[in-house]
C-alpha cells in the first residue's frame, strides 16, 4: 500500500517556532512516532511526505536517525493541506491503484489501524477512520446563541487514516480546484462528488497533535504503552 503523510503544516494553533511536527514527544520528534507506526504497519511499502523544502534536512536527519527499511520520498507541500495532498498524489508512482492518506500530526494511530484500513480498502473506493462523538454537539449562530442539536446518532469524528482509489481522489481534486472548493480532509470531496465513503472503526487515542495541550496528552498515552 502507498501511503501519504501530509506534514508541511506550519503548526498555527501550537504557538510554536516551527513545523510542529519537529517537535519532541518522549525524547522523539513527533513525525517520528508517525513514521514509527508506517514502518511497522506490514501492509505499507511506499511512504511519501509531503513537507516543506525548508524543513527537508530535519526530515532526512529523522529518517537516517530511525533507520527505515521502507521506500521514503520527499515531496513538496503546498499552502494548504488539500493542496500538500494533491501534490501528493501527482508524486505516487504512476502504478498506485491505491492510498491511505495519513496526517504527520496523528501520531499516536497504531500500526493495526494502518492494517485494517489498508486491507478494507481493497474492497471500496473511499474510506476514513472515524470515532463516533461522544459529546452533545451544538451549531452556533454568529451571535453566540444557539442554532441547534444534530441527532448524536449520526455524528462522528473524522480521522485518519484515510484511503481512497487514485484515480478517483485525483478527478476529485481536480474538481476541487474548478469548483473552488476549500476542505479540511480528501473524504470531503469525494462526498461533494457524490461517491460512496465507509467508514473505519478508528482509535480515541489516535489525536491529531493540534495544541500545547495535546502534546501533553501524546506524553501520557505514549508512556501507557511503554
Ligand atoms: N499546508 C499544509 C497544512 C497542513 N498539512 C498537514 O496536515 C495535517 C493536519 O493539519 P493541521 O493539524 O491543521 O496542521 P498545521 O497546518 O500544521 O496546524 P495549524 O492549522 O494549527 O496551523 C498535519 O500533519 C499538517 O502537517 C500539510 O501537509 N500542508
Ligand atoms: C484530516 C483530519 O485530520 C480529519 O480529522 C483533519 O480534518 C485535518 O484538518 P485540520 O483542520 O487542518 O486540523
Given at each position: 500500500m502507498y501511503l501519504l503523510i501530509p506534514a508541511a503544516g506550519s503548526g498555527?494553533?501550537?504557538?510554536?517556532d516551527r513545523n510542529k511536527l519537529l517537535l519532541q514527544i518522549r525524547s522523539k520528534p513527533l513525525i517520528a512516532w508517525t513514521l514509527l507506526?508506517?514502518?511497522?504497519?506490514?501492509s505499507i511499502s511506499w511512504i511519501g511526505i509531503v513537507s516543506q523544502p525548508p524543513d527537508w534536512d530535519d526530515f532526512k536527519s529523522i529518517i537516517a536517525d530511525l533507520r527505515l527499511k521502507k521506500t521514503i520520498e520527499l515531496i513538496s507541500g503546498g499552502s494548504t493541506r488539500q493542496e500538500s495532498v494533491y501534490n501528493g498524489l501527482q508524486a505516487l508512482p504512476s502504478h498506485a491503484k491505491r492510498v491511505l492518506i495519513h496526517d504527520g500530526a496523528r501520531c499516536l494511530a497504531t500500526p493495526n489501524l494502518l492494517n485494517a484500513c489498508?486491507?478494507?480498502?481493497?474492497d471500496c473506493f473511499g474510506l476514513i477512520a472515524a470515532?463516533?462523538?461522544k459529546d452533545t454537539i451544538k451549531v452556533v449562530k454568529d451571535n453566540g446563541v444557539i442554532k441547534n442539536t444534530p441527532d448524536r446518532q449520526q455524528l462522528w469524528a473524522a480521522q485518519t487514516p484515510q484511503g481512497f482509489d487514485v484515480k478517483l481522489l485525483k478527478q476529485c481534486h481536480?474538481?476541487?480546484?474548478?469548483?473552488?472548493?476549500?476542505?479540511t480532509d480528501d473524504a470531503a470531496l469525494f462526498e461533494k462528488c457524490g461517491i460512496e465513503v465507509r467508514?473505519?472503526?478508528g482509535e480515541e487515542t489516535n489525536l491529531k497533535i493540534t495544541t500545547p495541550q495535546d502534546l501533553a496528552m501524546a506524553e501520557f498515552i505514549l508512556s501507557s504503552r511503554e
Open positions: 498555527k494553533r501550537m504557538g510554536a507506526a508506517a514502518e511497522a504497519a506490514s489498508s486491507e478494507a480498502i481493497i470515532v463516533p462523538v481536480d474538481e476541487g480546484i474548478r469548483q473552488g472548493w476549500e476542505v467508514i473505519v472503526p
